[in-house]
């Protein structure tokens, strides 16, 4: 792959790859520098991409290996920050905004309680929209797998939210 191809893959996806994984990590700063340490693993490699799947799935490939990596190393769930929730700056309702921004707390620390193969899954499934083809090639794995491990996910995200979202707590 040229250094032309390569930069116009950076530009094209760059988003995409940051987005998915603020989503799995859950800090905008590791965000960015696992997007940024994405493209520079990619740009040192692109000699061996041999273009067996699209330049996205490559990449895509790459960051989710990052995001992966970075979560084992770093066992305790990265924060959010207020900063990270602007449904509580920009809503009418103060208190509406809390509850929301609450919810959203459940939801990632049930998320972020998964083992770690059911999180990936259910991130890119979930947040990122990806078909089950798409994650089982990403991550190396059937597709059969994949919707596995993503029923399993529900099901424990069910479990763990059903009294919270029944109004019982």
């Known amino acids: 792959m040229n250094d032309e191809v390569f930069e116009k893959a950076v530009r094209e996806f760059r988003e995409r790859i940051y987005l998915m994984i603020l989503k799995y990590v859950r800090n905008k700063e590791d965000a960015r520098d696992l997007t940024q340490d994405t493209f520079v693993r990619a740009y040192r490699s692109r000699g061996s991409f041999r273009g067996d799947s699209s330049i996205y799935t490559w990449l895509f490939r790459i960051a989710v290996n990052l995001a992966l990596n970075f979560k084992s190393r770093n066992r305790l769930s990265s924060h959010i920050s207020i900063e990270d929730s602007p449904e509580i700056y920009h809503n009418e ?9 609450e919810l959203h707390g459940r939801i990632d620390m049930a998320v972020g309680e998964m083992p770690k193969r059911q999180k990936m899954i259910f991130v890119l499934r979930y947040y990122e929209g990806l078909p089950f083809a798409g994650i089982a090639e990403s991550l190396g794995i059937t597709e059969s797998a994949a919707k596995a491990n993503y029923h399993h996910a529900v099901v424990r995200l069910r479990e763990k939210l059903g009294p919270y979202l029944k109004g019982e707590i």
């Open 93 to 101: 309702n103060p208190t509406e905004g809390l509850e929301k921004a």
